[in-house]
């Protein structure tokens, strides 16, 4: 690879490394061509990316992103995968790597955060933002469901209930 080559990779790394929610760092050896063509899929299904990198190149790209902690992670064949999602990357890693002995899963950061493999393993398991949104929502609009099908109800049903709530009080005083 040529100095300009290197140079124009160690920059996109370095893009990609500043600007990305979550990083998670693997050991792919004895991975063929289909398995990490298969990897890479999934994650660009998910909103992320799965690059084999070379360790020298990414340590020069660390300095100046949230995840320079990192850089004792990059030794032997290593590849990150990262995503804008929290969870989508350790997520789709995770569950390949249960699949296939060959990725191991080295660490990670989130948000500068360094991870360590059992870290990105419970981050995985959480729920995706999607999925926390749609419960929030759903949430949310309960009480204004409930409202509508008591307003919704025929008028002969909500004077009934407004007859007895008179009488009880009426009753009281």
Known sequence: MLRAQKSKVVEDLHAVLGST????VTHYKGLDVAELSELRRRLREAGGRFKVVKNRLVK???PGTP???LADLFTGPTAIAWADDPVAAPRVVV???KKNDKLAIRGGGL??????AEAVRQLAALPSLDELRG????????PASRLVGVLRAP???IARVLAAR???QGGQE
């Open 21 to 24: 929610a979550v990083v998670v």
């Open 60 to 62: 020069r790209a660390l």
């Open 67 to 69: 995840y320079e902690r």
């Open 95 to 97: 569950e390949f790597a």
């Open 111 to 116: 948000a500068g955060t360094l991870l360590d």
């Open 135 to 142: 419960k929030l929502i759903a949430l949310l609009q309960t």
């Open 155 to 157: 008028g002969g049903k």
């Open 166 to 168: 008179a009488e009880q």
